[in-house]
C-alpha cells in the first residue's frame, strides 16, 4: 500500500508536512528610525526566515547564555571567587566533559550547558542534538508516554499498557484530526485514568482496617516520612472530591470535543445541488 493511500493511525503525525510548514519561508519587514545631527534617519529592512529558522536562533541563543551564565557561576558561587579569565578555563573544561558524555546520554537529561558545550566546538553539531531532543519529545507525544507519566501510569509495563488501552479505546472511536483533538484525547485519557485511580483510593480506604494504616504510617515514618494529619474519615471524603472532580474534568473534555465537531465550520466548492437540514438549495453556475 502506497503513503499516498495509507490510512494515518489515530495520534499519528504527518511530520512529513510539519517540516514542510515549518520550513516555509515568510518575508519579515523592520523599520528602525535614529537621529544624526538633528536629522531623522529611517532605515527599512527587509529579509526571508522560516519557523525552523526562529527555532534554531532561539536554541543557539539559549547556548549562549548558558556558556555565559557558567562562567559567572565560577566567578562568584564556586567555593573561592575566581578570575574572569579562571572562569573560562574552568568552563571549557567543564564543557569538554559534557561533550564527552553527551553521545550515550538521554535526550531528557540533555541541558542547555549540554547544547553549549557542542555548540562551542560546532554549531551544527548543537542543532543536530537539538533535533534529537526534539525527535523524542514528539515520540513521547505520540507513543502516549508523556500522558501516562502526568496520569501516574508509568511505573511499569502493565501500569503503562493500561493508560495505552484507555487512550487507544478514546482515539478508535473518535479518530482524531489534527493536534487539538488529538491533545483533548490525552486529556479525557488522563482524567479517566486518575478517576479511576482515586475511585479504587476511596474504596480501599472506605473499607480498609485502619489498624493496617496505621502500620504503615509507622513504616514510612521510620525512614524519615512524616505523614499529614488528617482522620479516616476526611482522608475518604478526600478521594472521594479527587474522583468526582476528574469525572467532570473527563466530561467537560467530553463535551468540548463534541461540540468541536458539531460546529466545525463547513466549507463546499463547485456544488451544484446542497441539501442543508429539510432544505434543498440549488446553485447555478
Wanted: glycine letters at 4%; proline letters at 3%.
Amino acid at each position: 500500500m502506497s503513503n499516498q493511500t495509507r490510512k494515518r493511525k489515530p495520534f499519528e503525525v504527518d511530520r512529513t508536512a510539519r517540516a514542510a510548514r515549518r520550513s516555509k519561508p515568510r518575508t519579515v519587514k523592520q523599520v528602525s528610525a535614529q537621529e544624526h545631527n538633528g536629522e531623522k534617519i529611517t532605515r527599512k529592512n527587509e529579509y526571508q526566515t522560516s519557523q525552523d529558522d526562529a527555532e534554531t536562533r532561539q536554541v543557539l541563543v539559549e547556548a549562549a547564555q548558558s556558556f555565559i551564565e557558567t562562567i559567572e557561576f565560577y566567578k562568584k558561587d564556586f567555593g573561592e571567587p575566581l578570575s574572569h579569565d579562571e572562569a573560562i578555563k574552568e568552563t571549557l573544561e567543564r564543557y569538554e566533559c559534557r561533550r564527552n558524555a553527551v553521545a550515550g546520554l538521554q535526550p531528557q537529561k540533555v541541558t542547555w550547558g549540554h547544547i553549549a558545550a557542542v555548540a562551542q566546538v560546532n554549531p551544527d553539531d548543537a542543532l543536530t542534538l537539538w533535533a534529537r531532543v526534539r525527535q523524542a519529545a514528539e515520540d513521547e507525544l505520540e507513543s502516549g508516554k508523556r500522558g501516562a507519566e502526568v496520569a501516574g501510569h508509568n511505573a511499569n509495563p502493565f501500569a503503562r499498557a493500561q493508560y495505552l488501552a484507555i487512550r487507544d479505546a478514546f482515539a478508535d472511536q473518535w479518530q482524531p484530526q489534527g493536534g487539538i483533538e488529538s491533545g483533548m484525547i490525552e486529556m479525557m485519557a488522563v482524567a479517566y485514568s486518575l478517576q479511576l485511580y482515586w475511585n479504587t483510593v476511596a474504596h480501599d480506604r472506605a473499607v480498609s482496617v485502619h489498624n493496617d494504616q496505621r502500620d504503615q504510617l509507622k513504616r514510612f515514618a521510620s525512614s524519615g516520612w512524616k505523614s499529614p494529619y488528617q482522620s479516616e474519615a476526611d482522608a475518604v471524603d478526600q478521594a472521594h472530591r479527587l474522583a468526582d472532580g476528574y469525572n467532570r474534568q473527563f466530561l467537560r473534555v467530553l463535551r468540548q470535543l463534541r461540540d468541536l465537531r458539531r460546529y466545525a465550520p463547513v466549507v463546499i466548492q463547485n456544488a451544484q445541488q446542497v441539501n442543508v437540514g429539510n432544505q434543498q438549495l440549488n446553485v447555478s453556475a
